[in-house]
């Protein structure tokens, strides 16, 4: 039968503590022992009076829960395995429930460990401290524990690694005091553990000094090839690239030349670990990376792979900047060879440039070319898009590495691009289409003034016998590029653009998506009376 006090314990903390058959029976005939500063004797009886460890569990099973308080600091004997005990919601003691795994056995699946302990990281409770067993522990398979208010204690080491590793991990959740030194022999288990214990250890290295840092490093050498591939230990590695020494960066990238540097980058947790150290890592370490991708066949493979791909526009940024900066202090021939060591990446893009650019990871490689490269290996790539750019302007890819060469090409880039949404009615079809009217409003918002003109002029044309202004506020993509017209917009263009829209107000004012129109006409157009307010301000002066 259930007690309330059961019920209480299921819909409350689940946090376990293991506790022995020779505590229960203590605790069902309080003595000494259970008393602050008492010791153990009363505990040892239970066992003097000739009951073996299994009589006295086949007794136990079936005498039903109880439950027992006390407060800190009470000597508490450990139980054979099987036995017990989770905390209930603390009132002015400490209350738990005993429970008999064949009674139970469906509770807390997760808590059923070894004998004698079971720690609970996300408890409630005070920091628990894990005493090293002594012989007479070890015979009757339980061991003491202190509870304590104090969150500043060590946790002693038992002999038992996965115990002493969930003492390592609890005590570092609970001691805000805690550095890599207190749990030496677990930092890449305790790193790879879980967010919270990653994020512990990454705060050690940013603010830790060197000795610390350098015990990670040893961990993490060790542990390497479990650590890149983790969700959670491939930030220890980070950390090291990020706030170690010269000297320590260059230990861990003997390691990662050592594992594979391909394998890594084509790796969801291990790209990133390459991705820092091309961010953090000197020129020479970076071009060491470089001459390993280079050993690869194809660079295409990598550029579609949602891991690699980020590599690879990590390396195009970091090299080009390198280049930049040489030839900005003189050094032409450093620069001319740094972005050859990136040739491989370059000619493979340009070569393939419209295939790239309708995939999900290939348009974003063809932007960072864009952005980043020098001029001569831009103009490349902006050429070869310059060739296809009509199979790009309507793709779901393709018209983002439009919108990039409209911001960065040249003038003659920008003029093809113009032309070919200003001939005959096609900007009509462009305006209105999902992925092509991104363009259009690109080109409104980054053109200079002549190539807005264009763009306005052709709108403004009669389509469908109306203006075509007004078929394309009526349009439920197409008002997009009629409201962004209107933000830019300027002189004659402006003044002739909100005649026509004011004029047709009646049949706009009726469709829906017009409506949206008209209302960033009344922002951008100032009022009557603002009008009349600015007339009489200029008077009075």
Not at 313 to 327: D, E, G, L, T, V
Not at 423 to 431: H, L, N
Not at 512 to 532: H, I
Request: hydrophobic letters at 35%; one cysteine or more.
């Amino acid at each position: 039968m259930q007690t309330a006090a059961n019920q209480e314990e299921e819909e409350g903390d689940s946090s376990l503590y293991a506790m022995t058959a020779a505590s229960y029976y203590s605790s069902a005939h309080p003595g000494p022992n259970m008393m602050r500063g008492g010791n153990e004797e009363s505990v040892e009886s239970s066992y003097a009076l000739g009951r073996d460890d299994a009589t006295l569990d086949s007794s136990l099973s079936s005498m039903p829960p109880q439950t027992v308080s006390y407060s800190n600091q009470y000597m508490v004997a450990y139980p054979p395995v099987g036995w017990y005990a989770s905390p209930l919601p603390p009132t002015s003691s400490h209350h738990y429930n005993y429970h008999h795994p064949t009674a139970h056995q469906s509770m807390y699946p997760a808590y059923h460990v070894p004998p004698a302990y079971s720690s609970a990281p996300t408890s409630q409770y005070q920091h628990l401290q894990y005493p090293v067993n002594d012989e007479s522990s070890a015979r009757h398979g339980r061991v003491k524990a202190s509870f304590s208010n104090e969150s500043n204690e060590d946790f002693v080491l038992t002999g038992d690694r996965q115990r002493d590793l969930r003492g390592a991990l609890y005590y570092v959740r609970k001691n805000p005091s805690a550095t890599l030194f207190d749990i030496d022999g677990f930092i890449a288990e305790i790193a790879k553990a879980d967010e919270g214990a990653s994020r512990f250890v990454q705060r050690r290295l940013q603010s830790g000094k060197e000795t610390e840092k350098r015990l990670a490093l040893q961990a993490a050498l060790r542990s390497f090839s479990d650590l890149w591939p983790d969700p959670f230990g491939n930030f220890l590695l980070q950390g090291l690239l990020d706030f170690g020494s010269a000297e320590m960066r260059e230990e861990l990238m003997t390691a990662v030349f050592a594992a594979d540097v391909v394998d890594m980058t084509l790796n969801i947790h291990g790209c990133r670990v390459i991705q820092k150290a091309l961010l953090v890592l000197d020129q020479a370490s970076v071009c060491k990376i470089i001459t390993e991708l280079q050993d690869i066949e194809e660079v295409i493979p990598f550029i579609f792979d949602p891991n690699g791909n980020h590599v690879i526009q990590r390396a195009i940024q970091i090299m080009s900047n390198f280049a930049k900066s040489a030839a900005d202090h003189g050094d032409i021939d450093a620069a001319v060879n740094l972005m050859h060591q990136i040739k491989f990446i370059i000619d493979d893009v340009a070569a393939n440039v419209e295939q790239l650019s309708k995939h999900r990871y290939g348009c974003r490689v063809v932007q960072r070319a864009i952005e980043y490269c020098p001029d001569e290996q831009r103009d490349e790539v902006l050429m070869k898009i310059l060739s296809c750019h009509r199979n790009l302007i309507e793709d779901q890819f393709g018209n983002y590495v439009i919108q990039q060469a409209l911001t960065i090409g040249s003038e003659e880039i920008i003029t093809a691009i113009v032309e070919s949404l200003t001939e005959g009615d096609v900007i009509f079809k462009f305006s209105k289409h999902k992925y092509a009217s991104n363009v259009v409003e690109a080109m409104l918002t980054s053109a200079t003034a002549h190539h807005k003109e264009a763009i306005l002029s052709a709108m403004l044309k009669d389509f469908e016998g109306t203006c075509g202004i007004v078929q394309l506020a009526k349009d439920p993509i197409a008002n997009y590029v009629v409201k962004k017209a209107i933000d830019c917009a300027e002189g004659q263009q402006r003044e002739k653009l909100f005649a026509v829209i004011t004029s047709n107000r009646q049949q706009l004012s009726q469709a829906p998506y017009a409506k949206y129109v008209l209302v960033k006409l009344g922002e951008r157009r100032p009022s009557r009376t603002s009008r009349r307010n600015k007339g009489q301000d200029t008077a009075r002066f």
